[in-house]
């Protein structure tokens, strides 16, 4: 028994005015002013309308329940704030001692580098699944200094971690307006359509190619989806800590792409092969055979050559073009 279940409507409305929204979503139209329970109000209710709002009284308490739980660890989820992630070294494919304590605090990006199969994603794994000693690399992993509460592995509502995987597939029969939508309505959003629409506009921004707010999600390319997520993530997941499982460079704004991602302070571990991807990270962890051999910080040099590499990419990307629109590339190098 809650003490919200002696409240009235009026005491209820008075402590969590965003209840309107719950019974809107039903059809049901709360009183302002009124003296009796919601249990009252709800049984007062006749048997012919709850036919046709397609509900009963017993689930639409249960649900509101839901809801307002729902709220209150929005609530507590905005009040905690990640300062700071910590990984402290664990053991190679060998066996051998991974010497290494990487910390990392809000607004720091850093890029992950190593050959194929060096354990790139296990690292991104291990922060994920809070490690704690438990995975191939008894690495552990803490949270403002310590070790996270078990239980967040398993809260939704209380995600510390986003992660954009390499695949994105998507099953639902949905347009990228109604996707949005439903995750935005998901997360409570207050302005859903203006966050729906921006997120869709710097999705569009991001991939080469426009799409609409009214495509289906499953005509998108592989650009476009990652586009989508990317733009997704920045505006709507509350996850302070973002891992990202390669932005392949099919003709996405890499550096557009970051930009928006650590507008909120997050802090984001990118795995790439990508060189302009990894200079653009202030520091890159180097793995090989399953340890981090090294964490490098980007010189001065490299932040010059970074502009180099993106004229060359451009170049690369002019001349893909070309090949992707029946052209040809005969002419001398030194014209492209
Ligand atoms: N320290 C370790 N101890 C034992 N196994 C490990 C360790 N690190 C990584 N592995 C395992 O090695 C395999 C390859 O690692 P992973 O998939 O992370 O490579 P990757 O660098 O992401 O590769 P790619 O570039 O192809 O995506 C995985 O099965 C992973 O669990």
Known sequence: MHTRDSMTITELLAQHPYVNDFFDSYGLQLPAEDSRTLAQYLDSIDEERWEDLGASAESVLENFEAFLQGMADLASEQSFSV??????????????????TLELRRGDIVSIVGPTGSGK?????????????????????????????ASWRFSIERK????????????????????????????????????????????????GEPFEADTPITSLS????????????????????????????????RQRALDLLVREEKIVLIATHDPILALMAPRRIVIRNGGIAAVLQTSVQEQDNLKHLQELDRKVLALRNRIRTGGRIEDTPGQW
């Open 83 to 100: 300062e700071s992630l910590t990984v402290i070294g664990g053991q190679n494919k060998r066996g051998e001692p991974e010497e290494v």
């Open 121 to 149: 994603s296990r690292l991104l794994g291990d922060i994920e699944w809070m490690a704690c000693g438990d995975t191939p690399t008894k690495r552990r992993v803490l949270v403002n200094g310590q070790q996270p509460d």
């Open 222 to 253: 592989g650009g476009q989806s990652r586009a989508l997520m990317i733009a997704d993530t920045a505006f709507l997941s509350r996850s302070p800590i973002i891992l990202i499982d390669e932005i392949e460079n099919a003709g996405i704004d």
């Open 160 to 207: 510390l971690v986003a992660q954009l995987s390499q695949n994105m597939n998507f099953v639902m029969d949905l347009s990228v307006k109604e996707f949005v939508d439903m995750h935005a309505e998901s997360r409570l959003t207050a302005n859903r359509d203006e966050v729906t629409a921006t997120i869709i506009r710097e999705a569009n921004s991001l991939a």
